[in-house]
């Protein structure tokens, strides 16, 4: 079960990336025919921008690739790692996609530049905002359903590209209404945003790599399904990490005294299958079996 959820997870995150990929292809064609068409220097530098964008697609599957590997003697708890530090590389990639948004718009600012543009240019825009939304909200529902950072992170990417074209069409509407540095401050605040979103899948990373539990939903979850357990007296010291998208977990159960150990093995095997069974996503489960004697009772 635990390698089929992986399984299915890996199918339906390479096949949202693949998407990805082959959108942001297009969408870069497209842009550089209309710019080199229209003679729109910004529209060839956002076409070659989309290209660019492939980086974190690939940064995902190489991730995907090789965090899913097996558990060998090096890397005895498995290779998750790798695909939180794909997700970090694209939160930095953000970072710096902000940053740079905003340092272009402040240098046009104050050069006085003001952006000419054609109608052309402003219907690119506005596709691009339609399918990178789309794309985003398709990515980030697989990213959810699958745990997934690097997903989850390369799913703000497409959301930030969308943005970036919200500014072409705030600039082309103020520049229409008199105010000829709509398309830079818009670019500045749409910067400041995507910044946000990086430094929160930056800390979600650190927070990972310094061992920090599951989320407060799935630990309740794993809670009630121990409760419910009434071969089990009573539990404690549960403990719970993230190592990629599988959740590792130990625990003390404590069970009947007079049990043989076949018969407590037998509830200490009952709790992991239901565990795997009732929690989405991978599981890794290590169950401490105590008798209920006074002196380990909580």
Same mark, same amino acid.
């Given at each position: #079960? ?12 390479k096949s949202v990336t693949n998407l @990805? ?10 842009? $550089? ?12 530098? +956002? @076409? ?5 964008? #492939?980086?974190?697609d690939i940064a995902v599957l190489l ?28 939160? $930095? ?14 240098? +046009? %600012?104050?050069? @006085? ?24 909200? $398709? ?56 910044? $946000? ?5 930056? @800390? +979600? ?32 010291k549960l403990r719970t990490r993230m ?16 049990? +043989? ?17 009732? %929690?989405?996503?991978?599981?890794? %489960? ?13």
């Amino acid at each position: #079960m635990h390698d089929h959820k992986i399984e299915n997870a890996n199918k339906q995150i390479k096949s949202v990336t693949n998407l @990805g990929i082959a959108v942001n292809i297009a969408l870069s064609l497209v842009k $550089l025919a209309v710019g080199f068409l229209f003679g729109s220097i910004a529209l060839v530098a +956002d @076409g070659i921008h989309s290209l660019s964008d #492939m980086t974190t697609d690939i940064a995902v599957l190489l991730g995907v690739y090789f965090g899913s590997k097996e558990p060998d003697r090096s890397h005895p708890y498995g290779h998750g790692r790798i695909e939180t530090f794909a997700a970090g590389f694209i939160a $930095l990639f953000l970072v710096f996609i902000g940053l740079a948004m905003i340092y272009y718009a402040a240098l +046009d %600012i104050a050069k @006085g530049n003001i952006t000419d543009f054609r109608i052309a240019v402003l219907i690119v825009a506005i596709v691009s905002i339609v399918v990178k939304e789309l794309l985003y909200k $398709l990515t980030k529902r697989v990213a959810i359903k699958s745990h997934s950072p690097a997903l989850y992170a390369n799913a703000w990417h497409h959301r930030s590209d969308a943005l970036s074209s919200v500014a072409v069409v705030i600039g082309f509407i103020s520049l229409k209404a008199g105010f000829n540095y709509g398309d830079q401050v818009a670019a500045v605040a749409v910067g400041l945003m995507v910044i $946000l979103v990086g430094v929160r899948v930056a @800390g +979600d990373c650190l927070r990972e790599l310094t061992e920090g539990a599951v989320d407060q939903g799935t630990i309740e979850h794993i809670e009630n399904i121990i409760s419910a357990n009434s071969s089990i007296r009573q539990w404690h010291k549960l403990r719970t990490r993230m190592v990629g998208r599988e959740v590792f977990l130990d625990l003390h159960i404590v069970v009947d005294p007079h049990l +043989d150990i076949t018969a407590a093995h037998g509830i200490s095997e009952n709790l992991e299958n239901t565990l795997h069974e009732q %929690i989405t996503r991978p599981v890794n %489960i290590t169950v401490h079996v105590e008798p209920d004697i006074h002196k380990v009772r909580k």
